[in-house]
């Protein structure tokens, strides 16, 4: 879905963050450059512009992170997208602590780590606007 939304927020005419750590649907691995730079290069192409970012959601310093990557790169953050998630192909019962808390790390507190930074940037610019 990320790449998805990218390509459809880049042709309509935003400046995309992609983020991707690049690690395994079930978030194994060292991880890898290579999705979110695939990504960004297809944006490019179609003369969107895009930077990627490699950091993981799963801590607030990846957030923090991501934002950067965002206002280094285009000095603001209008809109977010929270997306992240990883692949535990368990039943219920059969999901171990390790394997909870992984998830809870990227799907719950991903979305946190990168909204709390994300929003420190876009409410004085909500509020800018407003009379």
Known sequence: MGRIYAL??????????VNDLGGARDGAGKGSASPADAVVAEIRTHGGQAVASYASVATAEGGESIVKTALDA?????????NAGILRDKSFIKLDPQDWQAVVDVHLNGAYNV???????????AT???S
């Open 8 to 17: 459809e927020l880049a042709r309509r005419g935003a400046r995309v963050v």
């Open 74 to 82: 285009f000095g603001t953050v209008d809109i977010l997208i929270n």
């Open 115 to 125: 909204s709390r930074p994300a929003f420190a940037v876009m409410k004085p610019n």
């Open 128 to 130: 800018a606007g407003s």
